[in-house]
């Protein structure tokens, strides 16, 4: 279910960026950014094969992708130092 892999995306990008695995946090990050990106600034909520939960919630949606991206962004700058 795309639903639950909202949730793993995020977590994901967090998780493999804290533990310094950069390609497999880049590559989840940048699922989570074509599937749920709205081109606004903002992430959707959901997105299923029939429906779309386009709003956007700062717990749910913003929040946890910019805490895994900026996770993503500091670690790719601590491995270049």
């Known amino acids: 279910m795309l639903a ?3 949730a793993w995306q995020r977590q994901g990008t967090l998780t493999f960026a804290r533990t310094g695995d950069l390609a497999t946090a880049t590559r989840i ?3 989570g950014v074509q599937h749920f990106y709205k ?3 903002m992430f959707a909520y959901q997105e299923g094969r029939l ?3 386009r709003l956007t919630l700062l717990h749910w949606c913003n929040g946890w ?3 895994g991206l900026a996770a993503l962004l ?3 700058q601590a491995g270049r130092e």
């Open 4 to 6: 639950t892999r909202r």
């Open 29 to 31: 990050a940048d699922w």
């Open 39 to 41: 081109g606004d600034g």
């Open 51 to 53: 429906w779309h939960k």
């Open 65 to 67: 992708m910019a805490r």
């Open 74 to 76: 500091l670690a790719g």
